[in-house]
């Protein structure tokens, strides 16, 4: 069942225990697809590991993330937005957070996550991806966790590496679910 929030600091979700992660990745993605059926076992193997995951609530990925972690037990937290002009959040969100427009949703993503993994998108998970790389980079947000799926990410960042202006100590790269969790608890010291 979804519960609703509305924007204020939710500090059940704020607290580090256990780490939020949120999860960034394409509204299109279909059932059956490569990126669907690894959101699901990304969520599935994150709420085994005992996170809690945040995401934009809606399909796709953030769908095959949430019903990954939902089924296996774990906390799955929605940030949705009245601009898009979508009903409530997917059916596996236990708990909603409404913003009113892009913006509030991309920062409520940002602040709301402990650490951040990136899998296949658009130019709107594009768009998550440099806010949370640019705020740590510049250290609007303390360092934190910014796991790409790889090889789906690899080639962009290293463009944009290459011109020697951007900071790549700040990215990780995960090929499978088991690779990013692992990451996750070798930061987080969790075993």
Not at 49 to 69: D, E, F, K, V
């Amino acid at each position: 069942m979804n519960t609703t929030t509305n924007t204020t600091t939710n500090t059940t979700i704020m607290s580090n225990n256990p780490p939020t992660i949120a999860l960034f990745g394409s509204s299109q993605s279909q059932p059956g697809s490569s990126a669907y059926e690894l959101a699901f076992d990304l969520g599935r193997e994150l709420a085994k590991r005992g996170y809690r995951i945040i995401n934009g609530g809606y399909g796709g990925i953030m769908q095959a993330s949430a019903q990954g972690a939902h089924q296996t037990g774990g906390k799955t937290i929605g940030v949705t937005c009245s601009a898009f002009g979508r009903g409530g959040p997917n059916e596996w969100i236990d708990e909603e957070i409404h913003t009113a427009n892009l913006n509030e949703r991309l920062n409520r993503l940002v602040e709301l996550g402990n650490a951040y993994i990136v899998l296949p998108g658009g130019t709107g998970t594009l768009l998550e991806l440099a806010l949370v790389w640019e705020s740590i980079n510049k250290r609007f947000l303390p360092q934190r966790p910014i796991i790409c799926i790889a090889p789906y990410w690899r080639g962009i960042i290293n463009s944009l590496i290459a011109g020697g202006e951007i900071n790549d100590d700040l990215i990780d790269f995960a090929e499978t679910a088991k690779d990013a969790a692992n990451l996750l608890n070798a930061y987080f010291k969790m075993d």
